[in-house]
């Protein structure tokens, strides 16, 4: 994980994986994971290759109120541009839905990273507004935000 997350250009294509990516940071992150679970307010999956068994990812929504979450995702650079991200996400949001009432979805993405807005229009998500928030070095990023009503 901490080679995957740790690539700069992972990094520079999210709001908030840390760079540089420190030893214990993976662990630190993972061990807050079944608490999420069990307060329904984070969920987060590691996405692997049917195959090889090797991680490419993560999927999972965070600020979960009811039926309301926001989708976030990250994956290697190596897996990029493969279809992997659109999978995983569909798979999340339809059980999301059936599972835990999911029934809206809003993501957000750096203006700066158009392949994460590919991914949301092939979620069916459409695009609602721009706006600027701090990145995870107290810069002024700005984001596009995107939202899905799920029926």
């Not at 929504?61 to 541009?81: P, T």
């Not at 839905?97 to 998500?125: D, Q, W, Y």
Request: charged share 20%.
């Amino acid at each position: 994980m901490q080679s995957l997350a740790g690539n700069i250009n992972v990094a520079k294509t999210t709001l908030s994986v840390p760079h540089p990516y420190l030893d214990g940071m993976a662990e630190e992150w993972i061990s807050q994971h079944s608490s999420n679970w069990k307060n329904k307010t984070i969920i987060t999956y590691a996405v692997f290759d049917r195959k090889s068994k090797e991680l490419l990812g993560t999927v999972g929504f965070v600020g979960i109120n009811k039926s309301k979450a926001e989708l976030g995702y990250w994956f290697g650079k190596q897996h990029w541009d493969k279809g992997y991200c659109t999978e995983a996400t569909k798979a999340l949001i339809k059980f999301a839905h059936a599972n835990l009432g999911i029934s809206r979805v809003t993501g957000e993405h750096l203006s700066s990273n158009p392949a994460s807005g590919r991914v949301m229009k092939k979620l069916g998500m459409r695009y609602t507004a721009s706006k600027y928030a701090a990145d995870r070095n107290g810069n002024r990023a700005k984001l596009e935000v995107y939202e899905l009503q799920i029926t």
